[in-house]
Every structure is written in C-alpha cells, then in structure tokens.
C-alpha cells in the first residue's frame, strides 16, 4: 500500500524524467542533505552568493531557479524524516513513563490500553478503501483476503496511535523543527474547473491520467469539495501528460472534449477508474457510456482539438519547475504527491484565513 503508517516515507509522484518502468518520484535523504547545504552555502543571509566567475557573483535564487520546485521536494522530504525521527523518539519516551508508572512491560501497556477484537472487515470496505487508491478487486496482483488483513491491522495502528496522541495531548508535545518554505509560484494559465471562480482558494492540480498516484489523490480532491464547497475551493485540472505516459496526452485531449460537453469530471472519474485501458476506441467509449453527444466528441478528439492548450499547460508546468505529478499549486504553494488531506488542509486554512 501507500500509506504513511508511522511517518514512513513512501513514493507519491511520478517524475517527468523518469523512465517508464521506474518513473515514479522518491527522494533520497542522502540528495536531500546535500540540496540543502547548497543553498545554505556561501554568504548573503536569505540568498547567499553560490559561485563567482570572471569577477561576478551567482546568488541562489538564479541557480536554482530552474529546479526550485526539485529543491523544495528534497528538502520537504528530509523535513519529513526528522519530523517522524521526532515523533518516534518523543512516543517511546511516553510510552516508557507510562508503563513504567503502571509498572508493567510496554507491550503490556499497549494490549491493555489498545487491545480487543476491531471487528470484521466488510467487502464494502474493502472495494472503497481499493477505488480511494484507484484500485480494483479484479487487479490479479491484489488478493481480498490480504487486504482485509491490512485493513485489520490499520485498525489497530489507529487505536495505538489514538492512545499515543492522549499522552501526547496531556504531555503538551510541540513540534519546534519549521517546514521548509515552498517557492511561490505565479500560475496563470486555466483548465477544466469545479467551484466557483471567485473563491478565495483556488487548487491547479497538475495530473497526468496514466499516473498511478494521480488516481489515489482523486478521493482526497473529492473530500476538499465536500468538506469546502465551491464558495470557499476552485479546484482547477491542468493537463501535465508525462513522455513515460504514451497515452496520457490523448486522454488528456479526450477530457478536453468531455469538458466542452460539460462533463469533464465524471469522465476524468472514469479515466482514473481505468488506466489500463486508455487506448483511443476506449475513450470514445467513455464517451458513450456517459451519455455524451459521440459524433461532436469524436470530432473533436480525432482532430486533436484541444492539442494546443494541452502543450500550453504543459509548458507552463515546466516554467513552474513542476516535474512530477500530482503536483499542486494552492494560491501560490507548492504542493507535491499524493499527499493526505491533512497537508492539503493546512495550506486551504493558510489560504482561508
């Protein structure tokens, strides 16, 4: 699974530069050192001078330009190790006064305060937990039965973990290590939308439709809508088809003509919901299914309508600096991966507020 049991850091995007089989985005922390000693090398405080050459300076902010948005991923993601370095070494601590002031083992501790059964796991909670991944029972490499057990096994993680966040609680625990600053970025360009145009946040999701971490993020998109609504979050899809992803870009034309006929996100729901199958008899055949008007979306998908504000929103990825998906810009921040919505609800408040 993907998921970030205990702070793990796992891989949550696809990277433009990849190749197709190994095109998936993990930072190293080793390069994630490094990056950061690099910017905070040399001098001038908050943009220090990097290399001088024929008697002039390089300052940070126009070396690193043109990978800003690579430099923020690695330094996010050794903020993200310390932060779980942190939070590990502060629970084993309460854990150890607790036990010790109950004089009992920890593991003890632990089966007392966190134990008994967690109850049967359904096969609706199985199917749901699989398409919030943008996976199906039918995947041959997925078995129901090891799900359910996973399911299982989260459920007693999220009771240990509801038991720590008490004694964190009462321990009044804060975390004192900052986040790294993301790089402001200026999005200009536009896309298929949802909400309302004078929302005071507005989300650019840069998606690619072959992605597998595109297809996890759509349930938490989904729950940004329900928990906001359109009045407060415009969510806006920006076309970013990788060259790993040889049928990204006529999907990506074909929800262009699903959005002319007013039903880009039921068919971008589709497209996610069937990666596999992306070749272009399967796109008019969403088309259908949906109840579009066939001859003008075929029309407009064989003559590549849309092909022009394709490229024009890749091309504004890669002025950003954007090079893996998703990626999301949220009134200016970056925000990269498939992320939970707990960190997209940090930057929506910030933009709220």
Excluded at 138 to 148: A, T
Excluded at 224 to 253: C, N, Q, T
Excluded at 273 to 300: H, I, P, V
Aim: overall charge positive.
């Amino acid at each position: 699974t993907d998921t970030q049991d205990k702070g793990t850091v796992t891989a949550t995007a696809c990277h433009s530069k990849a190749p197709v089989i190994a095109g998936c985005l993990v930072a190293g922390i080793i390069l994630g050192v490094a990056a950061t000693l690099v910017i905070k090398g040399g001098t001038g405080g908050s943009d220090p001078v990097v290399a001088k050459y024929g008697g002039k300076s390089v300052k940070a902010s126009e070396a690193f330009q043109a990978v800003k948005t690579r430099i923020f991923d690695l330094e996010e993601e050794l903020y993200r190790t310390k932060e779980q370095a942190v939070n590990e070494f502060v629970e084993q601590r309460l854990l150890d006064a607790e036990a010790k002031k109950q004089n009992m083992p920890v593991n003890q501790l632990l089966a007392k305060e966190t134990g008994g059964d967690v109850g049967e796991v359904t096969d609706k909670e199985i199917e749901e937990f699989l398409v919030s991944k943008g996976l199906k029972l039918d995947d041959p490499r997925i078995r129901k039965d090891d799900v359910r057990d996973y399911l299982k096994y989260r459920r007693n993680f999220e009771k240990r973990q509801g038991y720590v966040a008490k004694l964190k609680a009462n321990a009044n625990v804060k975390m004192l290590i900052a986040p790294p600053e993301a790089p402001k970025l200026v999005v200009t360009g536009d896309g298929p939308s949802w909400g309302n145009p004078k929302a005071k946040a507005t989300i650019h999701v840069f998606s690619d439709f072959m992605c597998p971490f595109c297809a996890r993020v759509v349930a938490t998109i989904d729950k940004i809508k329900k928990e906001y609504g359109p009045d407060k979050v415009r969510v806006v899809f920006r076309d970013m088809p990788l060259p790993s992803h040889p049928k990204a870009f006529p999907a990506s034309l074909a929800g262009r003509c699903a959005n002319e006929q007013g039903k880009f996100w039921e068919y971008h729901d589709t497209l996610f919901q069937n990666q596999s199958k992306l070749d272009d008899g399967d796109l008019k055949g969403y088309a259908q299914k949906l109840g579009l008007d066939t001859a003008k979306f075929n029309e407009c998908f064989d003559k590549k309508k849309y092909q022009e504000a394709v490229d024009k929103s890749k091309k504004e990825a890669e002025t950003l600096g954007i090079q893996a998906t998703p990626s999301f810009v949220i009134n200016g921040t970056l925000l990269q991966g498939a992320q939970p919505f707990e960190r997209f609800k940090e930057k929506i408040d910030r933009a709220l507020n």
